[in-house]
C-alpha cells in the first residue's frame, strides 16, 4: 500500500482566515514532504520532515506554519494568505533513507487551495 | 544550482507506438533518478525509479540511466490514449536535512488514436 492521504480536497480562503491542511500515510515512513504546485509548473519543495522534526524549510513565508505530531501524520497551518499562494499543495512520504533505495517519494492527492 | 530538463513538448504519438521521453541532469552526484506521471488536474504518480546504470524494465515502462552521460529516459512501448499526461523526471539529492527532488518541467505526452 502506497496511499497517502490529504484533507480537504478543496478549500477556498480570505486573506485573514487561518486554515489547516492535513496529511496521513500508514506505510511507516518517517520522512514527510510539503510541496507547493502552480498550474504547469513542477512540484516545488517546501518543507521536509525526517523523524518528525523539521529538517529543510525551503525559505517559505512564515504565513505557512508545519507541523508533525507523530510520524503518520504531518499538518500545514495557513495564516493571512495572499492571492498568489493559490495553488495544489502536496504531501508526499518516503523512508527517511540517505542513499539510493527507499528514497522515493508517494505523493497523496493534494489539495487545491483558492485564496481570495 | 542543481538543475534537471526536459523537452516541455508535446511529443505526440500514434496508439501503439513507442515513447521515448528524455532528461539530463547537472549534478553528477546524483544517484537516485525517478519518473512521475501527472494527468491533468491531479497529482504526480510514481511509475519507475532507477539507481544503476542500464535499462529497468516495468510492464510496459522501461527507465534507462546513463550516469556518464548524465541521462536518464522513460521508453513506453504499446502506447495507449490513457498514457497522455504530463512525464515529470526527478533527481534526488542527498544533504544533511533529508531528500531532496528537484524535478524537470515535464513532459506533456499525447498518444492519439
Known amino acids: 500500500d502506497t496511499e497517502v492521504t490529504q484533507t480537504p480536497k478543496h478549500l477556498v480562503m480570505g486573506m485573514t482566515n487561518k486554515k489547516s491542511l492535513k496529511c496521513e500515510q500508514h506505510?511507516?515512513?518517517?520522512?514527510m514532504y510539503w510541496y507547493k504546485q502552480k498550474a504547469k509548473k513542477p512540484p516545488e519543495l517546501m518543507f521536509v520532515?525526517?523523524?518528525?522534526?523539521?529538517?529543510i524549510n525551503e525559505s517559505v513565508p512564515s504565513r505557512f506554519s508545519p507541523e508533525c505530531p507523530n510520524s503518520s501524520l504531518l499538518n500545514l497551518h495557513l495564516h493571512a494568505l495572499q492571492p498568489e499562494d493559490s495553488a495544489l499543495y502536496l504531501c508526499?512520504?518516503?523512508?527517511?533513507?540517505?542513499?539510493?533505495?527507499?528514497?522515493?517519494?508517494?505523493f497523496g492527492p493534494g489539495t487545491r487551495l483558492t485564496v481570495t | 544550482q542543481k538543475e534537471v530538463e526536459q523537452n516541455s513538448g508535446p511529443l505526440s504519438v500514434p496508439e501503439g507506438a513507442i515513447a521515448s521521453l528524455n532528461c539530463t541532469y547537472s549534478?553528477?552526484?546524483?544517484?537516485?533518478f525517478f519518473w512521475y506521471r501527472q494527468y491533468s488536474g491531479k497529482s504526480p504518480e510514481l511509475i519507475m525509479f532507477?539507481?544503476?546504470?542500464g535499462d529497468k524494465e516495468d510492464g510496459r515502462f522501461t527507465a534507462q540511466l546513463n550516469k556518464a552521460s548524465q541521462y536518464v529516459s522513460l521508453l513506453i512501448r504499446d502506447s495507449q490514449p490513457s498514457d497522455s499526461a504530463t512525464y515529470l523526471c526527478?533527481?534526488?539529492?542527498?544533504?544533511?536535512?533529508?531528500?531532496?527532488?528537484?524535478f524537470g518541467t515535464g513532459t506533456q505526452l499525447k498518444v492519439e488514436l
Open positions: 508526499a512520504s518516503s523512508q527517511a533513507a540517505a542513499g539510493p533505495g527507499g528514497d522515493e517519494q508517494y
Open positions: 506505510m511507516g515512513h518517517r520522512a
Open positions: 520532515y525526517s523523524y518528525e522534526k523539521l529538517s
Open positions: 549534478d553528477r552526484g546524483s544517484q537516485s
Open positions: 532507477i539507481y544503476s546504470n
Open positions: 526527478a533527481v534526488n539529492g542527498f544533504t544533511g536535512g533529508g531528500n531532496k527532488l528537484t
